[in-house]
């Protein structure tokens, strides 16, 4: 099973920006496909965005679309989420998850391992 560690949260005034990494355990990174989550209080964990193995293809929410990406180093097996013009309504927790297939997912059951996630928090 693949290990994840989240770093990068922490607290950031509206507007700012954050960069969140993941990373990863094991000798087949590349062979993952990545995700991200969150969890806002109060709400049930939701699809934030997902890469492929090569990192050739991604997808990324349409509510933080024009403000998040996703990115990923296969050499250091890490993956990323650069996260701009933040807004309080994206104060969460958020989680890494790897799936055990190259192409993307957004369902929760489609990964296999789960970081213990990063707080985000944004202040207005």
């Known amino acids: 099973q693949v290990q994840l560690v989240e770093s990068g949260g922490g607290l950031v005034q509206a507007g700012g920006s954050l960069r969140l990494s993941c990373a990863a355990s094991?000798?087949?990174?590349?062979?993952?496909?990545m995700g991200w989550f969150r969890r806002a209080p109060g709400k049930g964990r939701e699809f934030v965005a997902s890469?492929?193995?090569?990192?050739?293809?991604?997808y990324v929410e349409d509510f933080v679309r024009d403000r998040f990406t996703i990115s990923r180093d296969n050499a250091n097996n890490t993956v990323y989420l650069q996260m701009n013009s933040l807004k309080p309504e994206d104060t969460a927790a958020y989680y890494c998850?790897?799936?055990?297939?190259?192409?993307?997912?957004?369902?929760?059951?489609?990964?296999?391992?789960w970081g213990q996630g990063t707080q985000v928090t944004v202040s207005s």
């Open positions: 094991g000798r087949t990174f590349s062979s993952n496909a």
């Open positions: 890469i492929s193995g090569a990192g050739t293809v991604s």
């Open positions: 998850a790897a799936r055990h297939a190259r192409l993307i997912a957004m369902r929760e059951s489609n990964y296999d391992s």
